[in-house]
């Protein structure tokens, strides 16, 4: 724009009065004018586009000042040049800039969290991603616009948490975050799952194993040692069901006494960690237990209420720190039961891993590839369960000599 069209000065602008009038306009050139009324000063823009004057506003003096009107005007007669209306592309960008502002990966992540991911697993589970996410995405992550982040911000993100040791929690992360793009794309905020690029990038994680006792003396003894614990009548009980159910601690700490089927003998839960209920066969000393502690828990809603609020189930780590009182820790962990079930039940007790496999609620395919339902393989169950009860009855019994278990020095 040429120097002879920019008529105004700053101090004509500051000191520009409708002089008694109810508007009044001073033309800068280029079709920049300052509309000045009694209570605002607004710069407008007059062009013509498609044979219609049209006009656009560039912003309120002084927040706007007469420097940035005049880059304004340039910029928008460039956009003319090239037969683009100023009024059309500013709707469109201003469209864009919400879209985008509402659709961040901490928006879209927010809405899996609540839409598909608190439906899908148990309430603890749910808790501890949502912690992952706001500790180790949301802070690099959750103000970009989901569809700008590329493969290497994710991989950023990740190496940060990788190199503080967490290299689990890295891979962890890397999931939940391929859930909510993969959310995005089924929601078209996205075309695909930018982690996939990122295969084999991360350090690999090393399995951790829950400690566990599997040999026949071992879990004799471990047997008679839970008989032996002397906390509250809540926790003992958990403790006592443990090896008898051999599920998740989160998922028998949530046990409610509705979900109880006493004339069948069975649990349904609610969900499992993989979202999915599962109906567990109770044998005869598991319906034994239940009916002891209903003597004193029935009146609440859960089989295990907490210690300090009867509305809460108790801590999930009340059945951990009993082993630890017991002298167990590093020998016997609350999820230990499963690998001790696992491994009797397929090792010496000939039951079919799959069948073992779906009693630990663990997602079975068929050979189509379909997950089996929370009813499959019933009766097989039950008759598992019944033994798998009589047999851990077997080896409390007083003449079953055993070699009692100690931590192996290091």
């Not at 899996?112 to 500790?135: D, M, S, T």
Request: glycine residues 4%.
């Amino acid at each position: 724009m040429s120097r002879a069209a920019n008529k105004l000065t700053n101090t004509a602008v500051k000191n520009a009065t409708t002089e008694g009038k109810a508007q009044r306009k001073l033309a800068d050139g280029g079709g920049l004018t300052l509309v000045v009324k009694p209570e605002s000063k607004v710069w407008w823009l007059r062009y013509r586009y498609d044979g219609k004057e049209k006009t656009l506003t560039l912003g309120a003096y002084p927040q706007t000042s007469l420097k940035e009107a005049r880059a304004k005007r340039d910029e928008a007669k460039q956009l003319l040049t090239e037969g683009i209306d100023p009024v059309t592309h500013r709707a469109t960008h201003k469209t864009k800039r919400v879209e985008a502002t509402a659709n961040t990966f901490k928006a879209v992540a927010t809405e899996w969290l609540k839409e598909v991911h608190q439906k899908a697993v148990v309430e603890e589970h749910y808790n501890r991603n949502v912690r992952r996410l706001e500790q180790h995405a949301f802070p690099k992550l959750g103000r970009r616009p989901i569809s700008e982040i590329e493969p290497s911000d994710i991989l950023t993100t990740l190496r940060d948490v990788a190199k503080t040791g967490r290299v689990e929690t890295a891979h962890r992360v890397k999931t939940l975050i391929s859930q909510v793009f993969r959310y995005a794309v089924s929601t078209s905020r996205v075309q695909r799952d930018m982690t996939a690029d990122l295969q084999g990038l991360l350090p690999a994680s090393q399995t951790k194993h829950h400690a566990a006792v599997v040999t026949p003396d071992e879990i004799a003894d471990l047997l008679k040692r839970i008989d032996t614990y002397w906390g509250t009548p809540t926790v003992c009980m958990a403790l006592k069901l443990s090896p008898l159910l051999f599920l998740r601690p989160g998922e028998l700490r949530t046990m409610k006494w509705e979900q109880i089927d006493w004339e069948a003998a069975t649990w349904t839960t609610e969900r499992t960690k993989n979202g999915e209920p599962l109906v567990v066969p109770l044998a005869r000393q598991a319906i034994e237990l239940l009916n002891q502690i209903r003597e004193v828990n029935g009146k609440w809603e859960w089989v295990f209420p907490g210690g300090h609020s009867k509305n809460k189930p108790m801590s999930n780590n009340a059945v951990r720190t009993a082993l630890t009182r017991l002298e167990l820790h590093g020998i016997m962990s609350a999820h230990g039961f499963r690998a001790m079930a696992r491994t009797v039940l397929t090792e010496r007790l000939g039951f079919r891993a799959e069948i073992v496999e779906m009693q630990l609620a663990h997602r079975v395919k068929d050979m189509h590839g379909r997950a089996y339902n929370r009813t499959t393989w019933l009766p097989e169950r039950q008759a598992m369960m019944q033994q798998w009860a009589d047999y851990l009855d077997n080896l409390k019994k007083p003449d079953n000599n055993v070699t009692p278990i100690h931590k192996t020095a290091n």
